[in-house]
C-alpha cells in the first residue's frame, strides 16, 4: 500500500494538540487585556513543539497579533549570546519599520547590541552596568511596542541557550508587568540531563506564578493513524499502523521518518538520515560507554543489571561510570523496578543493533547465552521474555504469514521458539534487505532473530541455497530450527 503513494515528508494535517492550543490561546486572551504572558514549552525532539507553536503564531496572526521567532544555535560549548532576542527583533524590525526605531528612542547605544541597525553600540557596552541597561532596555522598547497591538515572541531551542541569553530571558518574565505581550520558549526535555545549565534556569521559572509550562507529549496511537492518513493521502491497514506506532512509539517525527522510509522501499523503516539522527547522540559518548549501549541492545528491550555486569565483563566502577555517562545523556533509563536499564526510545536501541557488526553480534549473543545458561536467576522470575521451548521440541506446525506481500511468519505455531521483535517479520532468516553501508544488515526477520539469543551458539544450524523469491541472488535461505536437545536447558522452563 505504502508503495503506491508518494509520501509527504510533513504531515499537511495538524493532528491533535488541542489541550495545548488552548492553554496557548488562553495566554494570548490574557494577553490582549494587557496582562503578559510567559511559557515555557518542553518535550522531546521531535514531538512537534515547533509544529504546535506554528499553528498557534497563525492562529495568532488571524487574530491582529504580531509574531517574532528568534531560535538558538548549538555553536560552541556556550552558544552565541542574545542569538534568539536579537533574531527575533529583527523579525519585529522588518514587520514595524519605523515603530521599533520610534519605540527604541534614548536607547540605541545599549539596544544596538541586539539590533545594529539602530546605531552604533555604546563603548561601556560590556561592563555590568551596561549589561543592566540593555536588560531594562529590551524589557521598556517590548512594552512600548506592545502598548498599541498584541506581540507573541517565540524563542526556540532554549537548550542551546547560553548564560547572557537565559539571564535575559530571566529578567524578561520577572520585569514585565503590563503589556499586551506574550512571550514562549521552547526547550528538547531529553537534552536537559542533571547538569545540564537550563536545568537550574527552569527550576527557578518554576517559582514564579507567571510562568506556566507546557509538556507536548507523545501522540497515542489513533494519533498516529490520522498522521499516517495525511502523509500517505490516505487511510492505512491497521497492521501497518500498529507497526509503525510501536516502533515510534508515537514520536511524531520519527513516525515521518519510518513511514516514508517504508514508502521509499525501505523494510525495515530505518533511512540513512533517521538512523544517523538516532545515533548522533550516542556517538558523542565515550568509547567504553558506547560498548556498553551496544551490549546493552542485544539484550532486549529491557536488560537487567546484572546480567549486563555479566556479559560485559569489566569492573564494576567502569561499568556503572559508563551507564551514568548514558543515563545521564537520555539514552538509557532505569526501569521502574530499579533492577535494570531500558533504552529512552525502541528506535535508539535499534539504531545501535543495527551498526553491530556480524561478529560483533554473534559474540554477544553467544555471551548472552553462556550467562543464561550458566546462571538463570539473571532474569527474574516474572520476567517478560520469550520462553523457550524445552529441550528436544521443534517445530510442528506452519506458522502464519504476517501479510501477503511479506509471506513470512509473524507468529510461529506453539511449541517453536518466539523470538521477541518490533518487526513483524520475526523468523530466522534473511529476506535480502541490507543496508547499503552495514554489512550486518538491516532486513527485520534477520535483526529480530539476531535478538532473541538464539540457541545457534550452541546447535547446529544447516542452510541450503534461497529458494526465496524476496531474496538476491546467492543469498542463503532460511536456517533450520536448532536441532533436538541443542537448546540450553536453561533455557526451556521460560519465565
Not at 91 to 117: C, F, I, Q, T, V
Not at 229 to 237: L, P, R
Request: proline share 8%; charged share 25%.
Amino acid at each position: 500500500m505504502l508503495g503506491t503513494v508518494q509520501p509527504q515528508s510533513i504531515n499537511p494535517v495538524f493532528i491533535g494538540r488541542g489541550q495545548e492550543l488552548t492553554v496557548l490561546a488562553s495566554a494570548l486572551a490574557r494577553a490582549e487585556a494587557g496582562e503578559p504572558q510567559a511559557l515555557l514549552v518542553g518535550g522531546e525532539a521531535g514531538v512537534g513543539k515547533t509544529r504546535l507553536l506554528d499553528e498557534f503564531t497563525a492562529s495568532a496572526r488571524e487574530a491582529g497579533a504580531v509574531t517574532a521567532v528568534g531560535g538558538c544555535l548549538e555553536i560552541g560549548a556556550d552558544g552565541l549570546p542574545f542569538v534568539p532576542v536579537a533574531t527575533a527583533l529583527r523579525m519585529l524590525h522588518r514587520a514595524l519599520g519605523p515603530e521599533l526605531a520610534e519605540a527604541a528612542a534614548g536607547h540605541e547605544g545599549e539596544l544596538a547590541l541586539l539590533l545594529p541597525d539602530l546605531g552604533e553600540a555604546g563603548r561601556e557596552s560590556h561592563d555590568e552596568y551596561a549589561r543592566a541597561r540593555l536588560f531594562e532596555s529590551t524589557a521598556r522598547l517590548l512594552e512600548r511596542l506592545s502598548a498599541e497591538r498584541t506581540l507573541v515572541v517565540v524563542f526556540e531551542d532554549l537548550h542551546w541557550a547560553d548564560r547572557s541569553t537565559r539571564e535575559l530571558l530571566a529578567y524578561l518574565f520577572r520585569s514585565l508587568h503590563r503589556a499586551r505581550l506574550v512571550l514562549v520558549a521552547t526547550y528538547r526535555a531529553d537534552d536537559i540531563h542533571r547538569r545540564h545549565p537550563l536545568r537550574p534556569f527552569l527550576a527557578e521559572l518554576d517559582r514564579l506564578r507567571t510562568v506556566r509550562r507546557i509538556e507536548v507529549p507523545r501522540f497515542t496511537r489513533d494519533e498516529v493513524a490520522r498522521q499516517l492518513a495525511g502523509i500517505m493521502a490516505g487511510e492505512q491497514a491497521p497492521e501497518l499502523v500498529e507497526e509503525i506506532y510501536r516502533r515510534s512509539e508515537g514520536n511524531p517525527f520519527f513516525v515521518e521518518e519510518l513511514a516514508c522510509s517504508i514508502g521509499d522501499g525501505c523494510l525495515s523503516g530505518l533511512s540513512e538520515s533517521l538512523r544517523d539522527v538516532l545515533l548522533v547522540r550516542v556517538e558523542a559518548l565515550p568509547e567504553s560507554t558506547q560498548r556498553v549501549l551496544r551490549i546493552a541492545a542485544e539484550g532486549g528491550s529491557t536488560v537487567e543489571h546484572a546480567l549486563l555486569s555479566t556479559v560485559a565483563d569489566v569492573p564494576e566502577e567502569e561499568l556503572i561510570e559508563a551507564l551514568r555517562a548514558a543515563v545521564g545523556a537520555n539514552i538509557l533509563r532505569p526501569t521502574d523496578d530499579g533492577d535494570g536499564y531500558r533504552f529512552r526510545h525502541a528506535l535508539v536501541r535499534e539504531a545501535v543493533s543495527d551498526d553491530l557488526l556480524p561478529g560483533e553480534r554473534s559474540l554477544l549473543n553467544r555471551a548472552y547465552a553462556r550467562a543464561l545458561e550458566a546462571d538463570p536467576s539473571l532474569v527474574p522470575p516474572n520476567s517478560t521474555r520469550p520462553a523457550w521451548p524445552a529441550t528436544g521440541t521443534t517445530p510442528t506446525t506452519p506458522a502464519r504469514p504476517c501479510r501477503p506481500s511479506c509471506g513470512r511468519p509473524s507468529r510461529p505455531a506453539a511449541g517453536t521458539p518466539t523470538p521477541s521483535s518490533s518487526n513483524c517479520c520475526s523468523a530466522p532468516w534473511n529476506c535480502g534487505t541490507r543496508s547499503p553501508r552495514r554489512t550486518a544488515g538491516t532486513c527485520p526477520a534477520r535483526r529480530a532473530w539476531s535478538r532473541t539469543r538464539p540457541a545457534a551458539a550452541t546447535g547446529t544450524v544447516t542452510r541450503a541455497p534461497c529458494t526465496t523469491s524476496t531474496c538476491s541472488p546467492g543469498r542463503r535461505s532460511p536456517p533450520a530450527w536448532p536441532r533436538p536437545g541443542s537448546w540450553p536447558p536453561s533455557w526451556s522452563a521460560g519465565p
